[in-house]
């Protein structure tokens, strides 16, 4: 949390940015040296980098498919690698805009992975947030580097984040001579897990956090993923629905039952709570076998939309809501094991490389969630230490989203607001929680998913205001005591900015 009083603080950056030309900042960057403030840390890189520069990674594992990066100020960018154990290190990246607004910002990761989202960065730099990012303790989207070494499970559970927040608030203060004034988080998916971690665990950490698509309930989350494998089975399997018939035929069935519910035939299913859909509709009858569905193909969608359950009748995960189809065709439904999930059970689980992922059970998911390594489970049923804080989080979850249940959000809200004992407007005073219509996982979709939820088209061409930006209105919430009563997001055109709006939409709470 702020350190000292925020007027004054202003004051000192205001002042920074005053005295020091863009030559004068060059020079202070080149002759920062973070390394000596980090304990046993080592640079990497310490460069300036102007607005408009191209900046590439040549070092970044291929899988993250982040080659480079155009940035959009002039800034400090400082590489640090920073051991967290005898076993386990981060990549640790900050980057310190000229025109700093005297905030910082933490920065999430996605899937299983260890990709810093540089488009974040130079996202929140632009708009004057002094931002830090990580590797989350391992390179590239797989979990091979978690086999046989619970350090860097814990880098991923918790602690990557956490060393870089104490780390890069402590070379703000050194590099601009000023104390930062507010300190925000920005992540989706996975990096939604990481933020509701952190008001968990570190509730002085940050005073506003934004949370997408959170992964909550990870271990149980991944025997989710993991159970549409066995349900589906391989592409050569007898009863293996294909790819073209979840877009084609199922996909404009559930819009047939469902998207008319909210009074408007959009293509978009408003709220998936109230489809209640029954694909026994596409049941092959009278000898047809064209344009329909076996009794054993109607079976496993109805599976693939229900509840998973454990062992002992308890609930493991909510249903996938309907609407997701045309994207979880992609992974979830591929007939191939999901690699997220496949490789945790490998890695984590039951450290065995070997394991098969066909042969997942309910039993299976017991065992992970038995095993909860470092806490990672992430299911708080109190954030009361956030709260006492004076502390904020956005929540929001995309509607289609076709790799995380967004039943499984709203399961959480109530949860938490049961566990707080808190009413939906007790809760409204430091949680507010978001439904994306016609939003795929973290963005992309038919609905109006533009709302700079992260860097580049999830920010394009759309005004940083509270209003229209939900960066914005995490911090004019914390800043100035405006909390959102809705979001307002844009689709455009061919999700082209330069083709214009096509339409846009207040997604409420």
């Known amino acids: 949390m702020a350190l000292g009083l925020g007027f004054f603080l202003c004051m000192a950056t205001c002042l920074f940015m005053a005295v020091y030309t863009r030559a ?7 002759s920062f040296t973070p390394e000596k403030y980090i304990f046993n840390s080592t640079r990497e890189v310490v460069e300036y980098v102007s607005a408009g520069t191209n ?9 993250c498919a982040r080659p480079n990066q155009i940035i959009a100020a002039d800034l400090c960018r400082v590489a640090l690698f920073i051991p967290t154990s005898n076993r386990s290190s981060i990549a640790f990246e900050m980057w310190l805009p000229a025109q700093w607004s005297g905030r910082f910002l933490g920065t999430g990761n996605g899937g299983i992975d260890g990709c810093i989202k540089y488009e974040d960065l130079a996202y929140t730099t632009q708009y004057g947030f002094a931002s830090v990012g990580t590797n ?3 390179n590239g989207t797989s979990g091979v580097a978690f086999y046989q070494n619970p350090d860097v499970v814990t880098d991923f559970a918790w602690r990557s984040l956490h060393t870089s927040i104490v780390s890069g608030k402590k070379l703000a203060k050194l590099f601009y001579n000023a104390t930062y004034t507010k300190s925000y988080y920005l992540g989706c998916s996975l990096g939604g897990r990481q933020g509701i971690k952190a008001a968990e665990m570190f509730p002085q950490d940050f005073d506003g956090i934004v949370a997408g698509s959170p992964a909550l309930d990870f271990n149980n989350l991944d025997s989710w993923r993991a159970s549409f494998y066995p349900i589906t089975g391989n592409v050569n399997s007898t009863n293996f629905i294909t790819a073209s018939t979840w877009v084609g035929l199922i996909h404009n ?8 519910l909210d ?11 109230l489809c209640d859909f029954r694909p026994e509709s596409l049941l092959c009858a009278n000898g047809t076998t064209a344009n ?3 009794d054993i193909q109607v079976k496993n969608v109805r599976k693939i939309f229900s509840p998973l359950y454990g062992e002992d009748g308890n609930l493991i995960y909510p249903a996938m809501q309907p609407g997701s189809e045309i994207m979880a065709v992609q992974k979830l439904y591929a007939g191939k094991p999901f690699s997220y999930s496949e490789d945790w059970f490998r890695y984590v689980v039951y450290n065995n490389p070997s394991w098969n992922a066909s042969t997942f059970t309910i039993h299976d998911a017991a065992v992970a969630e038995g095993l909860n390594p470092s806490n990672i489970r992430t299911w708080p049923s109190s954030l009361s230490a956030f709260q006492a804080a004076r502390a904020k989080i956005i929540s929001y979850h995309g509607q289609q989203d076709n790799q995380i249940t967004s039943f499984n959000t709203n399961r959480f809200y109530d949860y938490l607001s049961f566990g707080m004992q808190a009413t939906s407007s007790e809760l409204d005073d430091f949680f507010r929680f978001f439904r994306i219509s016609g939003m795929f996982h973290c963005n992309s979709g038919p609905g109006a998913w533009v709302f700079g939820q992260g860097g580049n088209t999830a920010a394009a061409g759309i005004p940083y205001n509270s209003t229209n930006n939900v960066l914005a209105a995490i911090v004019d919430w914390v800043e100035k005591g405006e909390a959102p009563d809705s979001i307002e997001g844009t689709k455009f055109v061919n999700d082209t900015v330069t083709k214009g709006v096509a339409f846009q939409r207040r997604h409420c709470r």
């Open 263 to 273: 009074g408007v035939r959009d293509g978009i299913i408003e709220d998936p709570t």
């Open 24 to 30: 004068d900042f060059q020079e202070r960057c080149l």
């Open 292 to 294: 329909c569905l076996t």
């Open 55 to 63: 900046l590439t990674f040549p070092d970044n594992d291929p899988t």
């Open 136 to 138: 989350n303790g391992h």
């Open 253 to 260: 069935e559930v819009l047939s039952q469902c998207d008319g």
